[in-house]
Structure formats: C-alpha cells, structure tokens
C-alpha cells in the first residue's frame, strides 16, 4: 500500500533540516576561511601548510623517531609530538583503569580502613586541580639527588634528577616479528577465551590461552634474535646506557593517572553500587567467593552503566595532557606552540593540534562505543 504524501513529506523533512544545518555551517566556514585569508594577505603573512617541509630548529629531548634540529622538517618534529602525547596517554588510559577500578572496589571493601583510605584519596585527588599536582610532581623528581648520590632500589636501578633509569633490552629487528606473533596470540587467545563456555572444565579453559605463550615462543625459535641487555654505568656527571625515564615524562604520567584513577574510582563504584543486593546473595548461595562473585557476576553487569562514563574520563586524560607545556614535556602542544612561533603561521598550527585532539578522540569515543554495543548485544 503506498505511503500517504504526508507520511513521505514527514519522512524527508529531518534530512531537510540536516542539509541545510550542514549548509550553513559550510556557508559559515567558507566566509571565515576567506575573511582570513584576506587580512593574513593585506599583512604579507604567509599562508599553508608548506612550512612543514622546512627545516625546524627546534631542540626535543625526547623522541620515538630518528631527529636532528636544523635538519630534521618541521612535519617530523610534529609527528614526534604526537608520538610524544600517545606515549603519555595510551599507558595513561590502562594505568589509571587499572587503579580506578582498584580504589573503586576497595571503596566497597568490607573493611573500614581499606574503604576509608580509598575515599580520601578519591576525595583528595579530585578536589586538587591537576595542574598543581603535576607541579608538586614535577618539583618531587627534580629534587632527587644528583647522579653520583642517586637511590638504588634494586640492582640496576636508579632514580635521581635525571630521571629513572633501568636496564634495556637492545631493539634487535626480530623483535618485529616477536611482537607482531605476541600481539596475534592475544587476539587469538581472546577469541577462544570467549568461545570456551564457562562451565567447560579448567584445562579446556586454559587452553584456549596458549597462542599466547606459544606464538611468540615458535617467532623466538625462528628468528633467533640475541637478547643484550644495556646496562646504566655512572660515567662522569652522568648515565649512559640503559633505559631513562625523564622528569617530565614521569611527572606528566603519575599526574594524570593519579588524577584521572580517582574519577574513574567514584565510576567504578557507582556502577558497582547500582547491582541489586540480590546478584551477590545469588552468588553467595552457589558457593562463590566475594572476589569470584564481582568478577563473574557483579562487574559484567554493572560494565554496560561504567563504559559511557568511562569513555569521558580516557578523552579527558588525552586533553589534559595538553598541560605538560607546564613542565616542560615536548608533546604536540608544546612543539606547535614553538613551531608557530618561529614561522609565524599560527592559525595553520592551532588547526594541526585541534585536528590531532579531535582525531584521537573520535578513535577513543567510536573504539568504546564499539565495545559498549557488544556489550549490549551480549546481555540480550
């Protein structure tokens, strides 16, 4: 039977309004692209993008990439900047994961002291505003002795205003390939983790997690690469050798996990607290632990109310690392903020960091909702 014309008119009038919202914003950028580019004209100021290809004079401490100032483009130093702010943010995200959901459940602990301490600190750590933490972070690591006087905790391992510094293992290339097996026997073991029913027995269970050891082992067997390990030696002044950790890397990452750990915390124990009494009495009466009956249980169900608020909390981490400008940290505000100020191009370098947060917080919100509509799925 054919639509009514009201019915296909009603239907086609939300698209309508789309466009033409769509429309106006495109209108309105347009006039404010060519209104710019008018007056940055009228002032001879240069304009684009081709400033990337040359050569920046911009010393950076840390890098994941091969860089020389004076060599090295201004596009390579950027990209160094956003390696700089993934190093912080990605182990960020899991450690703070990590200790949110532990402080959360201690807060819900039966045992007053553990419950209590967990509430101080979420109630501290959130009522400090994050920059100030990272100052008294950052002024803590710089007061460690000097290298000749510096802590050593265990063998190998120092701590001192250089930053900590631990033995390496020298990259060989067929770690490459260690690697890529380890990272396919995750996966693998993940999807045959979720194919195992639970009631199937423990061996069966524990099967399914053997790509994990076994691929990267069968990778180690193939290739041969030679485990060296580098040592830090005193040598002078200074250390050479081994791996280092720097002030300010180590600063911005306590600071932002510790911060960021008790929102997540409070997250936590809210979707905990929203499970009827009754799921933990249900499992009580078939024999399980506390322990068992939260992970089995309690926590799978309260997942679906902790993820969405979860999911704010990663994108805030990503944003406020932003503020390691203030102590120093070469991440991608910091290396924009330099760039622009020596080619004069700013507008060029705002759009680059706005474009850089944007991207990964459109990766970080549609990876979560992804996770969360499974979820959904799988409580049907």
């Known amino acids: ?18 466009g033409l919202a769509l429309a106006a914003v495109g209108l309105v950028i347009t006039v404010f692209v060519h209104q710019a580019r008018s007056n940055l004209a009228a002032r001879h100021i240069a ?45 960020g995200c899991v450690l703070a994961t990590a200790l949110g959901t532990a402080i959360g459940v201690a807060r ?30 950052y002024g803590l690591f710089q007061n460690l002795p000097a290298p000749r006087q510096s802590f050593r905790p265990i063998a190998g391992v120092f701590l001192s205003n250089r930053g900590v510094l631990f033995p390496g293992l020298l990259w060989q290339p067929a770690f490459a390939w260690v690697l890529v097996a380890a990272l396919a026997g995750l996966a693998l073991a993940i999807v045959l983790a979720r194919r195992t029913a639970l009631s199937a027995s423990r061996a069966r269970r524990l099967a399914a997690f053997l ?21 830090p030696v005193l040598r002078g002044f200074n250390f ?5 950790i ?26 905990l607290v929203s499970i009827a009494q009754g799921q933990w009495e249900a499992g009580a009466a078939l024999g ?5 009956v939260l992970r089995l249980v309690v926590l799978p169900q309260a997942l679906r109310l902790i993820i969405p608020p979860l999911t704010s909390q990663y994108l805030n981490l990503v944003k406020n690392s932003s503020l390691a400008v203030a102590i120093g940290y070469q991440d991608v505000v910091s290396i924009a903020d ?20 944007l991207t990964i917080s459109l990766s970080i919100s549609v990876m979560m909702n992804v996770y969360n509509a499974r979820l959904a799925r799988r409580a049907r």
């Open 1 to 18: 039977m054919p639509r009514p014309p009201r019915a296909r008119s009603l239907r086609w009038q939300p698209l309508l309004w789309q």
């Open 47 to 91: 304009t684009g993008f081709g400033f990337l290809d040359q050569a920046a004079p911009i010393p950076i401490s840390e890098t994941l990439l091969s860089y020389t100032p004076s060599v090295s483009s201004y596009g390579r130093a950027f990209v160094i900047g956003i390696l700089n702010t993934l190093k912080v943010a990605i182990p």
């Open 108 to 137: 819900l602990s039966p045992i007053p002291l553990l419950s209590r301490l967990a509430a101080i600190y979420v109630e501290v750590l959130r009522d400090l505003p994050l920059l100030l933490q990272l100052l008294f972070w």
């Open 211 to 231: 790509p994990l050891p076994v691929l990267p082992a069968a990778a180690l067997a193939l290739f041969h690469p030679a485990f060296v390990i580098d040592w």
């Open 240 to 244: 050479r050798g081994g791996f280092v």
């Open 246 to 271: 720097s002030p300010e890397y180590a600063a911005l990452a306590t600071g932002l996990v510790l911060y960021t750990a008790s929102y997540i915390a409070e997250i936590v124990r809210g979707g």
């Open 288 to 292: 399980l632990s506390r322990g068992a």
């Open 338 to 357: 330099t760039m622009l100020n020596q080619t004069g191009q700013a507008i060029e370098g705002i759009a680059l960091i706005m474009a850089v947060y």
